[in-house]
């Protein structure tokens, strides 16, 4: 999606599919350079473009493409839209948005949503959306017991705003009782606690693995929606371990049952959350229902 489909304002207004009028000034706040392809678009559009990259190791990726900047509070006043990337900068744009400042991004809402997997499943029960069971933990030791207790074929995902070092930390159990899990937990708990000491176990359903997501503009979401099919695995054939992400299959629709099973009963929790930008939730669809997993607000 370009600028040109994003923005519309007053005086500054740019219409879908028409030449840029009045060339705006866009402060890009990234966590891991995840939007610079967006940046490089508006800026070949014409308007100005500045980007923070707030991670070391992302920092000169797109080196001569994009016009970096150290501290983006420092223009803030320059821009004319803000746009954060990633989760965990809700608290910043929820006060910029106070400011009468153009936003697109996180809010505090959106960003448990994701970041707190459990409090982003009360949130889909609360809006009558079937969830899976599913509990938190911060200890290993603990995590062990129960599935013990509880025998059953769980996934294993990190929880919070976990470091890179741990964002391919996922383990899918193929036993029905646990045991591959169990014995992945005992002789990796030293390790995985350091990449992922906060966790999630979630019981395993087979089907599809399908997403539902749409751009939110802080009251309606802007239709078309987007279905995707997400590939984590690092190889072809879906083999390998899993990655953060290798890809997608998509297509645009009009709102469909998958849509308004579930993310369409979350629209008065985002427009309460002042939240504008892509918001979509994972899910596991097979003959028996569908089964969302986990929201990405960015």
């Known amino acids: 999606m370009s600028g040109n489909d994003v923005i519309n304002q007053k005086e500054n207004t740019v219409d879908a599919g028409s030449d840029v009028k009045t060339p705006l000034k866009f402060l890009f706040i990234s966590k891991e350079s995840l939007s610079g392809d967006l940046a ?51 608290d910043a744009a929820e006060k910029l948005r106070r400011k009468g400042k153009k936003v697109i991004g996180g809010s505090p809402y959106t ?29 290993y030791d603990e995590a062990i017991e129960f599935i013990k207790n509880n ?19 996922l383990f899918l159990g193929e036993e029905e009782d646990g045991k591959d899990l169990l014995e992945m937990l005992g002789q990796n708990r030293e390790v995985w606690q350091k990449k992922a000491p906060l966790f999630h176990l979630q019981r395993f359903v087979s089907g599809v693995e399908v997403a539902v997501g749409a751009f939110f503009n802080g009251k ?39 849509f308004k099973e579930t993310l369409g009963r979350i629209l008065p929790a985002l427009q309460q959350s002042g939240y504008i930008g892509y ?5 596991i669809a097979n003959g028996r229902g569908i089964y969302p997993l986990e929201f990405t607000c960015r």
């Not at 982003?120 to 938190?136: A, F, W």
């Not at 025998?151 to 930390?169: E, M, Q």
Request: proline share 5%; charged share 25%.
């Open 111 to 139: 960003d448990r949503l994701e970041i707190e997997r459990e409090f982003g499943q009360s949130e889909m029960r609360k809006y009558d959306i079937t969830v899976l069971p599913s509990r938190n933990f911060s200890n």
């Open 151 to 169: 025998p059953a074929r769980y996934v294993f995902k990190p929880n919070g705003n976990t470091p890179s070092s741990g964002k391919g930390l």
């Open 220 to 258: 309606e979401f802007i239709l078309p929606i987007n279905v995707n099919f997400e590939h984590k695995r690092i190889f072809s054939g879906d083999i390998g371990p899993f990655t953060g992400d290798m890809g997608e299959l998509m297509f645009w629709s009009a709102p469909n049952y998958l």
């Open 40 to 90: 490089l678009t508006l800026k070949q559009e014409g308007h100005e473009v500045k980007i923070y990259i707030k991670a070391k190791s992302d920092a000169d990726v797109y080196d001569g493409f994009l016009e970096k900047v150290s501290d983006w509070e420092s223009y803030v006043d320059w821009c004319d839209i803000v746009v954060f990337d990633h989760v965990g900068f809700g």
């Open 279 to 283: 918001v979509d939730i994972n899910c």
